[in-house]
C-alpha cells in the first residue's frame, strides 16, 4: 500500500495546532507523483526524532531505531496517542513509526512482577480467543459510554506463540472499527518486574510486510540487565497470573468474572487493546479513508 503523505502531513498540522504548537509551513497541495516527506519541524513538533538512533525507553530497555523510521520517548507517545483521539495510561514508554505512517509500534511497561512461563505448553488458542472476545464486549460499553468507536475481534491473524528462549509471547489479531480493518500483532517481552507490551498497529494489506520489518526491530530490543528476565532473585514480586492471561488480557479475564468490570474501565480501555481502541480515529486518518472492501 502507498500512503499519501500529502494527506498526512494534512493530518500532522492538524495535530500540531490541536497541540497549540505553530506548524512549519503550509501543507502542499495539487499532485506531484512523489510527495515530500514530512519536515523536521513537523516531527521535533510530535516530539519525534528519525532513526538511525537507540531510543531509551525510560531506563527499562533499549531499541535500535533504523534509518527509515520515527521514534519518541513516552511523552512524545502519550502526545501522538491522545491528539488521534487514544486514551493513555502513564505507562507509555515510546514508539516507533515508520517514515511513511503505515504502520507504527507502541512499547508500554506494566510492572505486574515476574511472569512464570509454565503455561508455554498449554495456550489454547481457541479458549484465549472466546475470552478476548467477551472482555472486548465488556470493554465496548465502556467506550460507548466515552464516546470511542466501538471494536470487533474478528479471529487470530497469528494464534499465540511463546519463544522459552527469548521469554518473548507473540499473537496477532484481526478486529473491525467503523467501516475498517486492523491487524494488531502483540508481542508481551518478560522481564524481572513486569512485561514489555509491544503492539504493532497496520492495516491488514500491510501486515506481512510491515510484521517481518517490526520483528526485526524488536529483535534489538534488550532489557537493561537488572530488568532482564534471566536477573530474577527470590524475594520479587511474582506476577498473579501466566501467560494465557496475558493475551487474553491479564486482570481483564478475572475482572469479567468478578463482577469488577466498573472498577477496572482503566485496565479494559487502555489495556490489552489499547492502541486498537483508536483505529476509527487513527485508521480513517492514517489510511486517507480507504473503503471497506480496500481495506478487507
Not at 502513564?90 to 509500534?105: A, C, P, R
Not at 505448553?121 to 465502556?142: P, Q, T, V
Not at 481502541?277 to 478487507?296: D, P, W
Amino acid at each position: 500500500m502507498r500512503v499519501d503523505l500529502r494527506r498526512i502531513r494534512g493530518t500532522f498540522h492538524a495535530f500540531v495546532a490541536l497541540a497549540g504548537i505553530a506548524a512549519a509551513e503550509p501543507v502542499p497541495q495539487g499532485g506531484s507523483e512523489e510527495p515530500p516527506a514530512l519536515s523536521e519541524s513537523e516531527i521535533k513538533a510530535l516530539g519525534m526524532s528519525r532513526g538511525p538512533m537507540v531510543g531509551s525507553l525510560e531506563g527499562l530497555a533499549e531499541i535500535q531505531v533504523p534509518a527509515g523510521y520515527l521514534f519518541a520517548k513516552g511523552d512524545g507517545t502519550r502526545k501522538l496517542l491522545k491528539l488521534q483521539g487514544n486514551l493513555t495510561n502513564d505507562t507509555e514508554k515510546g514508539v516507533v513509526m515508520s517514515e511513511d505512517l503505515s504502520w507504527f509500534l507502541v512499547f508500554e511497561f506494566s510492572e505486574i512482577g515476574y511472569v512464570k512461563d509454565d503455561e508455554k505448553d498449554k495456550l489454547d488458542a481457541d479458549a484465549i480467543l472466546s475470552s478476548l472476545k467477551e472482555g472486548n464486549e465488556a470493554a465496548n460499553g465502556e467506550r460507548r459510554r466515552r464516546g470511542l468507536p466501538t471494536l470487533d475481534v474478528v479471529g487470530w491473524e497469528q494464534p499465540p506463540h511463546y519463544d522459552a528462549a527469548t521469554h518473548n509471547l507473540e499473537w496477532a489479531t484481526r478486529a473491525r472499527a467503523l467501516a475498517h480493518f486492523v491487524v494488531n500483532q502483540n508481542t508481551r517481552l518478560l522481564g524481572r518486574r513486569g512485561v514489555m507490551e509491544v503492539t504493532l498497529v497496520c492495516g491488514p494489506e500491510d501486515f506481512r510486510g510491515a510484521s517481518a520489518l517490526a520483528k526485526e526491530i524488536v529483535g534489538t530490543f534488550r532489557f537493561t540487565p537488572e530488568q532482564a528476565y534471566a536477573s530474577f532473585r527470590r524475594g520479587d514480586k511474582i506476577a498473579e497470573y501466566g501467560l494465557t492471561a496475558l493475551v487474553a488480557g491479564g486482570a481483564l479475564a478475572a475482572a469479567a468474572k468478578s463482577g469488577l468490570l466498573g472498577k477496572l474501565w482503566k485496565v479494559i480501555v487502555v489495556g490489552v487493546l489499547a492502541v486498537v481502541a483508536a483505529i476509527g480515529k487513527a485508521i480513517s486518518r492514517l489510511f486517507g479513508g480507504k473503503t471497506a472492501r480496500q481495506a478487507a
